[in-house]
């Protein structure tokens, strides 16, 4: 559900203002599929971390 496109944090939720339509991590998925990489999650009581993998190099066009 975090990269739905219709995914939005819920009101009283860790949001600085709370504002917004909630499009960040459904666009950055879509740019790093486009280009070959992935991006995960990972949420516990301490945080969330979103990991970034690209593959390196130059792709042949």
Known sequence: MTFDASARVEAGTASRCGQ???LG???A??????HGGTIDVF???TGTCFTF???TGRSKL
């Open 20 to 22: 917004g339509l909630g």
């Open 25 to 27: 991590p459904y666009i």
């Open 29 to 34: 998925l879509e740019i790093a599929k486009a």
């Open 43 to 45: 949420s516990d009581e």
């Open 53 to 55: 993998k690209m593959p």
